[in-house]
């Protein structure tokens, strides 16, 4: 399946990288393209009524950060990285 990184997540993944090693982060997009329903990644689904295939990864090594995706049309996309008070914040009123 092909994957795409969305502008706000490239510029999310650099300002998450100065708390988070961007090497755990790039681990985490490596172990999803090789194998996406992996155990490590804690992939969870999100109830939302503007995108029914929305979803979210735990970043590696790390419980503090997910990573937001979405599938459309067989591609993946990449859309956020954020802490979880974020990530609660953003999926509570998707």
Same mark, same amino acid.
């Given at each position: ?5 969305? !502008? =706000? ?10 708390? !988070? ?15 996406? %329903? ?6 969870? %689904? ?15 090594? %790390? ?19 954020? %802490? ?7 999926? =509570?009123?998707?």
């Amino acid at each position: 399946m092909p994957v795409e990184f969305d !502008v =706000k997540y490239i510029r999310s993944k650099k300002k998450v990288a100065k708390k !988070v090693s961007l090497t755990l982060i790039e681990e985490t997009e490596t172990l999803f393209l090789l194998d996406p %329903n992996s155990a490590k990644l804690q992939l969870k %689904n999100i109830v939302c009524r503007r995108d029914k295939h929305k979803q979210s990864i735990r970043v590696l090594g %790390n419980d503090g950060y997910r990573i937001l995706l979405t599938t459309k049309d067989e591609t993946t996309y990449f859309q956020d990285i954020m %802490n979880h008070d974020k990530y609660d914040r953003l999926t =509570k009123d998707c």
